[in-house]
Nanobody, 126 residues
Framework: QVQLVESGGGSVQAGGSLRLSCAAS?????MAWFRQASGKEREFVAT????????YYSESAKGRFTISRDNAKNTVYLQMTSLKPEDTAVYYC??????????????????????WGQGTQVTVSS
């Protein structure tokens, strides 16, 4: 059973930065970050392959967020810069068995992810 534990969330002013971490137990998987704002559906943010060589971003994340991983620590990161109030949400990391088999990052289809963390709150004030 894979356990995912997110950390690094908090409150920041618009234009600020945060780095989220997701520590995983067990083997390495293709990973992703999703987010869910209050009253909205969970949406894809960024994905990364097992090797870290392949990444994929949502349009809202491109140019502002960077996903990376340290396989020695079995940890995935999401560096977020130029934060906007609309980035306010609970951020979840997730692991996918099926995407792991491809060797690629995948395109952020929520239904492909088997394991989920508990989430970490990010609040961006204007």
């Amino acid at each position: 059973q894979v356990q995912l534990v997110e950390s690094g969330g908090g409150s920041v002013q618009a234009g600020g930065s945060l780095r989220l971490s997701c520590a995983a137990s067990g083997r390495s998987y293709a990973m992703a970050w999703f987010r869910q704002a209050s009253g909205k559906e969970r949406e894809f943010v960024a994905t990364i392959s097992v090797s870290g060589m392949s990444t994929y971003y949502s349009e809202s994340a491109k140019g502002r967020f960077t996903i990376s991983r340290d396989n020695a620590k079995n940890t995935v990161y999401l560096q977020m810069t130029s934060l906007k109030p609309e980035d306010t949400a609970v951020y979840y990391c997730a692991a996918s068995e099926i995407i792991t088999q491809t060797g690629w990052a995948g395109e952020g289809n929520l239904n492909n992810y088997n394991y989920w963390g508990q989430g970490t709150q990010v609040t961006v004030s204007s």
